[in-house]
């Protein structure tokens, strides 16, 4: 039998269904450290966090019969944690998105905000600016600079069209240009 | 990796694995993923189904109804058309149309398609489809079920008994006599005065025609603003089960229904008295 290690996600889960539920494990293991990194966006207090990654793969856990191989699986598994996210934050409270130093060279990259002297001032300003923008923005953005996804795959994760995808993150990128640039 | 990050992975995985492994956590059935599914897509062709229904059924209306009729009459003819519009059988319509496109975005089918393209191609699909519909004797077949069946028809004569109920602002029936500067007229209703001296133009209709007017009831009748005659093909309702209430023309004493009008005879009554003989 192939080691669960090199199987791939969508074989892994057709493993569980039909064979052993213990290779769950292996998914959790693949995926856990990507979604904590993810919902970090939207969710900043640790214990908050982890409850709502450990909903999160309860919930792939028992909806497992309901993907479809023919389809990605991260992407699936990322469209879960991003509703569980979601939900918390609708229950909850809006939040600062948290974002690290290696993001923030992202972010500066990408955004080419120039002549930046603080950095950490810089660092505020993006957490300051990513939470106030619009939803439909902030998500597409998140998942495009933060978590590396193609708009394929965003598209996937959000359930939207790949062109209004591309729409989005690049209305997005401008409104957080402009409100680094008059933050400066 | 830091161990106390070591420890929570490690930490995170027994949490979940441990309730799997208890059984305390399951996996759904595929049965149960797949009646949701063929629930979600039922109700949706059903929704779909019953917009297409419910369109051939608007044609329907506008083509047998006296609505569009009283817009042959221009701006006079508007508060007629407003209040025989059929508002549940549109709102009906526009709301089933709004449950699918609901459907299908909540459930994310197509969503790599924009939302507006696959509303409108919703929308262009049902009215087609209609529209064929509307061609065929079904509409017919529903409205006669209004009346032959009392169950189906007290679910059906809301959306379509707008098409045969009186109006303030409008009229149409049978002329059964003439007089100087009226006519009277039967409506699958009643019989009704209707008085043409409010006329701009002179109208020259004869017993046993039907006509349609507009203009405004009062207490003895209706006074007609703008009027004329129609062809028993034309005439709105005659092909919706209601003929019998027109009756056919036969001639009447002159003068004899105004007479009974006065003592407070019903009007079908006084109808049958003043046949001529």
Redesign the interface.
Known sequence: MTAPSKLSDEELVVAV?EKD??L??EI??RY??KLAHYLRKFISHPDEL?DV??EV??KV??????FDISRKFSSWIYRIAHNEALNHLKKYRKELIAVDSEELQIMDDKLDVANIADRNLLKIDVRRALSMLKLKYRDPIILYFFEQKSYEEI?DIL??????VGTLIARGKSELKNFLIASL | MSTTNKD??LD??D???S???SGH??????LM?LAEKLGMKGIFLLCASFAVIFFALVLFYFKQSDNLVYLSFGSRGLYAFLESFPYLLVVSFLILIFIAGFIIRQN?WL????FGRLAFALVIFVVLLGGVLALTNIAEQIEQGMYNSHSAGQIIHPFLGRGLSNRARGLSGRVIEVGADFVNVQTPWEIIRVDMSALSLPVDIEAGEFMIAVGHRQANGFVAEALHALEEDDMPMIGRGVRRQFGNYRPMVPGCLQACFGADTPSGTCREACFVK
């Open positions: 269904r539920k213990d769950y494990a959790i293991r856990q450290i982890e990654l450990q793969f309860i856990y028992r909806n497992l019969n309901d598209s359930h939207l069209p790949k062109n209004t | 929570k992975i995170l995985e949490k979940v694995m309730q799997i492994k956590v399951q996996l759904r059935s595929r993923f994310g969503y790599k398609q924009s």
